[in-house]
């Protein structure tokens, strides 16, 4: 079956980076997008990005250029996301989600909390 | 962007009942909607895709409907199981966009 399993809880000093996890399995890798969505309290979801994990495409909300880059290792059907330049701002959880074109399936999410 | 409005913001139905859920994109999305459920701790689930297409698994009391730029859920009698926090997507466009989501209790 589809599974998309994400790293571990992250808690970050601001002004760093940290780079989230999400490996696939139960599907081959590189036949659908991956995307990246974050969710806050306050501001619902957000769509952060898409990556094609066979050329290794992007397309990024143009609120979270600069801040994500996605990347994937087909090597060993994982996505990537690193997130730059940390602020309390970006205290969400964070989930991957695979599409067709709908989210049929996401990864358990992932708590990132920046804190000095 | 797409903007996604979601009504109500919350909802609150006795079991049995049958519960409408409103999504309006601020233009024509040409059924690219889908709708998911989230309940407390847990990620969101894909229920309806293409605006009407039940996703394999998801109980047939959900339904949706819509086009252009209004769109539906429906969930007939409603069960316990179904108390959670739900919300419309437009895949369209990008960037994907997410409605504010609809709340779900029990009377």
């Known amino acids: 079956q589809v599974q998309l399993q994400q790293s571990g809880a992250e808690l970050v000093k601001p002004g760093t980076s940290v780079k989230l996890s999400c490996k696939a399995s139960?599907?081959?890798?590189?036949?659908?997008?991956m995307n990246w969505i974050k969710q806050t309290t306050g501001q619902g979801l957000e769509w952060i990005g898409i990556i094609n994990p066979g050329s290794g495409g992007t397309s990024y909300n143009v609120k979270f250029k600069g801040k994500a880059t996605l990347t994937v290792d087909k090597s060993s059907s994982t996505a990537f996301m690193q997130l730059s330049s940390l602020t309390p701002e970006d205290s969400a959880v964070y989930y991957c989600?695979?599409?067709?074109?709908?989210?049929?399936?996401w990864g358990q999410g992932v708590m990132v909390t920046v804190s000095s | 962007d797409i903007r996604m409005t979601q009504s109500p913001a919350s909802l609150s139905a006795s079991l049995g009942e049958t519960v409408n859920i409103e999504c309006l994109a601020s233009?024509?999305?040409?059924?690219?909607l889908a709708w998911y459920q989230q309940k407390p701790g847990k990620s969101p689930q894909l229920l309806i895709y293409?605006?009407?297409s039940l996703q394999n698994g998801v109980p047939s009391r959900f339904s949706g409907s819509g086009s252009g730029t209004q769109y539906s859920l429906k969930i007939n009698s409603l069960q316990s199981e179904d108390v959670a926090t739900y919300f419309c997507?437009?895949?369209?466009?990008?960037?994907?966009?997410f409605g504010g989501g609809t709340k779900l209790e029990l009377k």
């Open positions: 233009e024509d999305i040409y059924s690219d």
């Open positions: 139960g599907y081959t890798f590189t036949s659908n997008h």
């Open positions: 989600a695979r599409s067709p074109w709908e989210l049929d399936y």
């Open positions: 293409n605006a009407n």
């Open positions: 997507q437009q895949y369209n466009n990008y960037p994907r966009t």
